[in-house]
Structures are given as structure tokens and as C-alpha cells.
Nanobody
């Protein structure tokens, strides 16, 4: 079992920044790929970004490239999502997820999910 708890969401104006955190506990964290997903009202959950167990590989969805940055601290069992230049279309519940592979780009491999944190970007 892996437990994931997100934090750092909130309300921000267009162009602002937020930093999300995801604290993991339970089974080995450092061996997992970690990812962030989001779900806007009335839309399906979508992939945002992922990071390999070592932090050496990342994969970003096109809408967030150049604005968002993922990082992880395996010593603290935490993954971060720095979000800059936020837009109203970034408004969503953001979820942290874990996959047991050291590196994967397959969404189907994510088997543990957090409860989510709300991010609202006002125009």
C-alpha cells in the first residue's frame, strides 16, 4: 500500500504561481514513478506530468510544458509540482499518483492515488 496526500492548492489569479506537494507513505516510494493528473469540472481526468524514481526523467503534457515543473525528494518521500504562469484553464482538482515501475509513461500503470487538491485560477 502507498498512501498519498496532496497539499498546496488554492485560489490564484491568472499569471500567478502555486506549488503543490504530495507526501507518500507506506511501501517504497523511491522505486516508483510519480505523476500528477488533473480533472476539471465536467471533464475527464487528464495526465499532467510524471517523474521517474531517480528524478532523471520527466514527461510533460503539452498544455503545461514550459510552465510547470515536477521534482521529487526521495529522502522526504515527497513529490512537488511547481506551477507558474497559471491560466484559468488550469483550474482543476490535481491528483498525485504512483506507479510501481521505476519509469513508465503508461497511465494504466498508476495504481495508487491521492484524494486531490483544488486549484482555482481566476481571470
Amino acid at each position: 500500500q502507498v498512501q498519498l496526500v496532496e497539499s498546496g492548492g488554492g485560489l490564484v489569479q491568472t499569471g500567478g504561481s502555486l506549488r503543490l506537494s504530495c507526501a507518500a507513505s507506506g511501501r517504497t516510494f523511491s522505486a516508483n514513478t510519480m505523476g500528477w493528473f488533473r480533472q476539471a469540472p465536467g471533464k475527464e481526468r487528464e495526465f499532467v506530468v510524471s517523474i521517474s524514481w531517480s528524478g532523471s526523467m520527466t514527461y510533460y503534457a503539452d498544455p503545461v510544458k514550459g510552465r510547470f515543473a515536477i521534482s521529487r525528494d526521495n529522502g522526504k518521500n515527497t513529490v512537488y509540482l511547481q506551477m507558474n504562469s497559471l491560466k484559468p484553464e488550469d483550474t482543476a482538482v490535481y491528483y498525485c499518483a504512483s506507479a510501481p515501475q521505476a519509469w513508465t509513461t503508461q497511465v494504466k500503470n498508476y495504481n495508487y492515488w491521492g484524494q486531490g487538491t483544488q486549484v482555482t485560477v481566476s481571470s
